[in-house]
């Protein structure tokens, strides 16, 4: 805390003075209007906060195909899609095993460290499943040191936001085929089919992989 440097007047020549010295000295140590305090690391941190959801979209993938094809999606460790806006790279939706800045923010530990691994999941020929999204993607972000006062190193994070209204894209992610031979079942045969839909979406966003 700053101090202000007070020069020394006798009380008994000079109240006046005295005490409007007096009266700046008090209004330093307490930081002024508006001021002092960690008022500014606080909004900062509060800035790295989620943002709420603005309402949920409803994906629903359907194969056209006349064999099935695999998806990586439990909500959990995985999604099958991202979303872009125009341009822009697609991002992430968020993950319920993945811990955003706010945790970090309320915690102390690494979080959960569980997903680690993936299981396909099949979808028939003329089978449909529904993916739901809320409306958000992760944006990353390095979490400051005054957010977080248990932690030695400052993790990186990410932060849920918020997408405005407008036309975006769903990027979903897809296999043809998989190979279970090690023990495990991998994806082959890759592949990404896009969709525009407008956002706030009035129904299900249909999305046919041929």
Request: aromatic share 8%; net charge negative; with cysteine.
């Amino acid at each position: 805390m700053a101090r202000n440097m007070v020069m020394y007047v006798p009380v008994k020549n000079h109240p006046v003075v005295w005490l409007s010295f007096l009266g700046i000295a008090l209004l330093g140590c307490s930081g002024g209007e508006g001021g002092g305090g960690d008022g500014g690391a606080s909004s900062q941190c509060d800035a790295l906060r989620d943002e709420a959801s603005p309402g949920n979209v409803v994906f629903k993938l359907t194969n056209k195909r006349a064999t099935p094809i695999y998806y990586d999606d439990n909500g959990e460790c995985s999604r099958a899609f991202r979303v872009s806006e125009g341009d822009a790279m697609p991002q992430s939706p968020g993950l319920t095993g993945w811990p955003t800045c706010g945790w970090y923010m309320d915690n102390d530990d690494q979080g959960p460290l569980d997903c680690l691994s993936s299981e396909l999941k099949t979808l028939g020929p003329n089978e449909s499943v529904e993916l739901t999204w809320d409306g958000r993607v992760l944006e990353h972000h390095d979490l400051p040191a005054e957010c977080q006062d248990s932690r030695e190193f400052p993790p990186a994070c990410d932060k849920l936001v918020a997408l405005d209204a407008g036309t975006l894209t769903a990027h979903v992610t897809f296999w043809g085929d998989q190979d279970c031979t090690n023990g495990m079942c991998v994806g082959i045969d890759h592949a990404i089919k896009q969709q525009t839909f407008s956002f706030p979406a009035a129904g299900a966003v249909d999305i046919a992989v041929e």
